[in-house]
């Protein structure tokens, strides 16, 4: 078995145009790290709101793993898929008796296992169980089967995401932030061998506002009033990191930030 490993986490997908972006801009990250595995946030993968089975099927193609957030329920059909399709995950610390789970474990026939684990933040979101204390017991249990834990903590404030940083610190590999579709620059290893960055950013439409289209955008805030919002379909953004794992303690030795634009 090798001693150390990469994987990709994919910021988070939006709608057709971040599905066009990951087919055009995956293949070059692939080739410069060998990744041994992909993890992408799919929880806007689907007309920008919400997944359904046929674009999950889909992403399932180039990606190992789907974590989403809270936008997973926005669709009908991509609610009953999360009981379908295990490698689609949503946020552990829903109440129990959610659809779907908050964790799954990839086996490699080289015999490493790794697993990821969904975290939705409360702060400026829905008021769901705690994602400290639910964090830790699961973290808790998945370190029983491997070390290499991988946590997408999916979160609007800043302050809760770098909280969990460190509460987690040297318990899993990485916790890797979404939501915000902003790539932040604090990536960096904390003390204890966990890697940690605030947002992966997002992979969709360039010429957006946050993956959706700019006139609906300034609408909302010129107006106040509800907009329905599309995906940008103007250029392609991609963003990604890269993180280098000790197989055998799970912890990770490098982070790098990957963003590619066309537009």
Same mark, same amino acid.
């Given at each position: 078995? #090798? @001693?150390k490993?990469n994987?990709? *986490?994919?910021? @988070?997908i ?6 066009a972006?990951l087919r055009?801009f995956l293949p070059?990250l692939? @080739?410069?790290?060998?990744?041994a595995?992909?993890?992408a ?5 689907a %007309? ?6 046929d ?5 399932l193609?180039?990606?190992d ?6 936008h997973v329920?926005?669709?009908k059909e991509?609610?009953a898929?999360?009981?379908?399709e ?7 610390n829903y #109440?129990?008796?959610s659809?779907?789970? %908050? ?5 490699n026939?080289?015999?490493w296992k790794?697993a990821v ?6 702060? *400026?979101m829905?008021p769901?169980?705690? #994602?400290f ?7 808790r ?12 903590f999916?979160?609007?404030a800043?302050?809760?995401?770098q909280?969990?940083?460190w ?8 916790v890797i932030?979404?939501h915000?579709?902003?790539p932040?620059? @604090?990536?960096?290893?904390? #003390?204890?061998g966990?890697a940690?960055i ?6 969709? %439409? ?6 959706m289209r700019?006139?609906q ?5 010129l107006t106040?009033?509800p907009q329905r ?5 103007? %250029?392609?953004?991609f ?5 280098e794992?000790?197989i055998?303690?799970g ?12 537009g």
């Amino acid at each position: 078995m #090798p @001693d150390k490993l990469n994987f990709l *986490f994919l910021g @988070d997908i939006i709608g057709r145009p971040g599905r066009a972006a990951l087919r055009k801009f995956l293949p070059l990250l692939m @080739d410069k790290y060998s990744p041994a595995f992909v993890v992408a946030n799919a929880e806007n993968a689907a %007309g920008g709101v919400g997944i359904t089975e046929d674009v999950g099927r889909e992403l399932l193609l180039s990606v190992d793993v789907l974590t989403s957030g809270n936008h997973v329920w926005d669709k009908k059909e991509g609610v009953a898929y999360l009981d379908q399709e295990p490698r689609l995950m949503r946020p552990a610390n829903y #109440p129990p008796g959610s659809p779907g789970k %908050g964790s799954f474990v990839l086996q490699n026939k080289n015999g490493w296992k790794a697993a990821v684990l969904n975290l939705q933040g409360r702060v *400026f979101m829905e008021p769901i169980d705690c #994602p400290f204390r639910v964090g830790a017991e699961e973290v808790r249990k998945l370190r029983v089967v491997t070390p290499l834990i991988i946590v997408d903590f999916h979160a609007e404030a800043t302050s809760e995401k770098q909280a969990l940083g460190w509460y987690l610190d040297g318990k899993v590999t990485a916790v890797i932030g979404t939501h915000t579709h902003v790539p932040t620059a @604090d990536e960096r290893i904390l #003390p204890q061998g966990t890697a940690y960055i605030t947002d992966a950013g997002m992979v969709g %439409g360039f010429n957006s506002v946050i993956g959706m289209r700019r006139d609906q955008a300034l609408a909302r805030f010129l107006t106040s009033r509800p907009q329905r919002f599309e995906p940008g379909k103007e %250029g392609l953004f991609f963003c990604a990191v890269s993180v280098e794992v000790e197989i055998a303690t799970g912890k990770a030795l490098s982070i790098r930030r990957e963003i590619f634009s066309e537009g």
